[in-house]
Structures are given as C-alpha cells and as structure tokens.
Nanobody, 114 residues
Framework: QAQLVESGGGLVQAGGSLRLSCAASGTGFRDNDMGWYRQFPGKQREFIARISNSFFTYYDSLVKGRFTISRDNAKNTLYLQMNNLKPEDTAVYYC????????WGQGTQVTVSP
C-alpha cells in the first residue's frame, strides 16, 4: 500500500528556515498533483501549497512568498522550503496527493519560537 513519510520538522526561532520532505512509496507519484497541509491543535487539517504533475505551483496567501513547494519525481519525494517562519506557523505538517489518494502519514511537527 502506498505510504507517505514526512520529515524535517523541528524547533526553530522566528525568522528561521526549515525544509520538509515527504517520501512516497508505491507507484504513481509523478502522475499526481501533490500538496502540503498543516494542522493546528484542535483544528482541521488545512491546505497550504500545491504542485502539479507539470510543476505548476499554488500557495495559500498565508504562506505565499515565504514557502516554496518542489518535487523530485526520480526520488518520489515532495519538499517544502519554509523561510521567515513565524510562531503562527507552528503546526503538524502533512503531505498528500490532490485529490487525497494516499493514507495520511504521521506528519512532522514544526515549532517556531518567538
């Protein structure tokens, strides 16, 4: 069964950077649009960025200009470069295809201190 494994989260000070990775197993990664999502405590998971199978990108207004989504189809891996992080970016970050065809992974915790 195809799986997703997110990694790269951690604790960083405001203004810092992190690079998240999402490794996908199984076949079909290169054919799928992929996206990053995040979930705040007690809230539903929300969309933040998308990359199409032809590498077009789209961002939620809250992260546009600070986050960059990319993909390496040869490695079946999705990335999220996060710059100028803010305390309000603190959340668990997830990846999935769009539409969501994979089972959700465990996510990776990002914590931004003031």
């Amino acid at each position: 069964q195809a799986q997703l494994v997110e990694s790269g989260g951690g604790l960083v000070q405001a203004g810092g950077s992190l690079r998240l990775s999402c490794a996908a197993s199984g076949t079909g990664f290169r054919d799928n649009d992929m996206g990053w999502y995040r979930q705040f405590p007690g809230k539903q998971r929300e969309f933040i960025a998308r990359i199409s199978n032809s590498f077009f990108t789209y961002y939620d207004s809250l992260v546009k200009g600070r986050f960059t989504i990319s993909r390496d189809n040869a490695k079946n891996t999705l990335y999220l470069q996060m710059n100028n992080l803010k305390p309000e970016d603190t959340a668990v970050y997830y990846c999935n295809s769009i539409p969501n065809m994979y089972s959700w992974g465990q996510g990776t915790q990002v914590t931004v201190s003031p």
